[in-house]
């Protein structure tokens, strides 16, 4: 993460230069001014590129003797110097945005919590439903607020997928800023919510973290995101014994909150007799196929559940099938929506 000690640092070795009446000792000093000057200017060209090709010039002009070396070692420094001063009203050091809506509150504080044990602070999150990492007592308009948030060059976006979020304005409006502001962007669809049903300026084409996928393939997209995390902002990185210990406690947890969920849910008779039938079955999957000819088909294991071939009773079993996606009782498991697998919360729901 990018701060501002190398300039306090280039300073005093200038005017440690400057300071020397001893010509070899200058020309070797002259040499490493401006090995450090090239770090300089891979480091803060972008914030001060004015500042930064004045430092240059006045070294082209120190080196060549072009300017009496007192003054344009104080000039360089002076504009060091100031670069150091206005460092931290230019700069604006990365910060996580948990784009999400409030309704799906339960799990983004499990996720919170995931981040917290990874050793993201305070200062580097923004989480507008958690009380801690929210918009502060007395900063005015909440939109502003986050308008304001959201402008940082640095902001690493993660966007908490779901029906909640695409029927919120604020979420869309968010996703959109991401999106104008090149943000970098990272896509976590929560239970029940498909890639399918991605759509916008972040689609089903984007790389996301479905978070009732399998759970091998569940911990290695959580260990690429910590990864990442890590390297936005140069985090120390936990031991491995402990990191997996903290990933695997989120995903008991979210497995938690899905089967919460599922206990108050009621299911219509053909979404009840589809899961069980699908459960039943050793491949614990569901397949939904189309032909032209004879319409659409939904298989719960081997068994065919609409024998009768007609739009009505394909519609119904389709929106079984649908009903148990959107209480995450099963899950797509392949890239065009035809195959499904029992999660475990559509297990743990009819063991209940």
């Not at 991605?198 to 689609?203: D, E, S």
Request: net charge neutral; charged share 25%.
């Amino acid at each position: 993460m990018l701060n501002k000690q190398k300039l306090k640092d280039f300073s005093a070795y200038a005017m440690k230069t400057s300071g020397t009446s001893d010509e070899n000792f200058f020309k070797t000093s002259l040499k490493k001014l401006k090995i450090n000057y090239k770090e300089i200017m891979n480091l803060y060209s972008a914030l001060f590129p004015a500042e930064c090709a004045q430092v240059y010039q006045l070294i082209i002009l120190l080196e060549e003797k072009e300017i009496k070396r007192e003054i344009c070692i104080r000039t360089m420094i002076e504009l060091v110097n100031h670069m150091y001063d206005k460092f931290d009203q230019i700069y604006k050091s990365p910060k996580l945005f948990i784009s999400h809506a409030t309704s799906d509150k339960k799990i983004v504080e499990t996720f919170v919590r995931l981040l917290e044990a990874i050793g993201v602070t305070r200062q580097q999150l923004f989480c507008s439903s958690i009380n801690a990492y929210g918009i502060p007592q007395g900063a005015g308009n909440i939109y502003n607020y986050i308008q304001n948030e959201m402008s940082n060059d640095n902001l690493f976006v993660i966007m908490m997928l779901s029906k909640n979020y695409y029927d919120s304005y604020m979420c869309l409006n968010e996703m959109g800023a991401a999106w104008a502001l090149k943000n970098a962007v990272t896509s976590i669809l929560l239970p029940g919510f498909g890639f399918e049903k991605m759509t916008g300026v972040v689609n089903n084409r984007a790389i996301a973290i479905k978070l009732d996928s399998q759970r091998l393939e569940l911990q290695d997209k959580l260990n690429q995101l910590y990864d990442k995390i890590i390297s936005e902002f140069g985090l120390v990185r936990k031991a491995d014994i402990i990191w997996q210990q903290k990933r695997d406690a989120f995903i008991d947890d979210i497995q938690q909150v899905k089967s919460e969920a599922s206990k108050k849910l009621k299911l219509s008779p053909e979404a009840n007799k589809l899961l069980r039938t699908a459960a039943s079955d050793p491949s614990g999957q569901i397949l939904k196929t189309t032909d032209l000819s004879t319409g659409t088909s939904i298989q719960g294991g081997s068994t065919v559940m609409n024998g009768e071939i007609s739009q009505q009773e394909s519609a119904k079993w389709i929106a079984a099938l649908n009903d148990l996606l959107k209480a995450a009782l099963v899950s797509q498991v392949d890239a065009k929506g035809q195959v499904f697998a029992v999660t475990d919360a559509g297990y743990k729901f009819l063991e209940d």
